[in-house]
């Protein structure tokens, strides 16, 4: 009989861990809410959800690790004939460009 006058009839129920109930506090005084119950119908509601795709980002990693492994290479064979060629520069700044290009790809894929 008492839910039958309210706004909100439906009562949910969960449980939370110490360390979970002080950020929600924290979160709520950032709010500057007072009451619990509204602050945590307004985040269910209305909070926003963010899913990250991490497939991109060790794709870059693997990416950027094979391109410093032909670096090293490069600079193995230059520590043991201590001689530089032009071919190993150009390659240097190929492999430069290649991660300057995973690294705008990566930007303009999260904007």
């Known amino acids: 009989m008492l839910n039958e006058n309210r706004n909100r009839p439906i009562q949910i129920k969960f449980y939370v861990s110490e360390h979970e109930r002080d950020i929600i506090r924290k979160r709520m005084a950032l709010a500057n809410t007072k009451k619990q119950s509204a602050f945590l119908r307004k985040m269910a509601c ?45 390659e240097i700044k190929k492999k430069q460009s290649e991660i300057f290009g995973l690294l705008n790809s990566m930007e303009s894929k999260l904007l």
Do not use: W
Request: proline share 0%; hydrophobic share 30%; glycine share 8%.
């Open 46 to 90: 209305d909070g926003n959800i963010i899913n990250v795709n991490y497939s991109q980002i060790n794709e870059i990693c693997n990416q950027l690790g094979k391109i410093g492994s032909s670096i090293n290479q490069i600079a193995k064979r230059v520590n043991s004939t201590s001689r530089i060629y032009g071919d190993d520069i150009a």
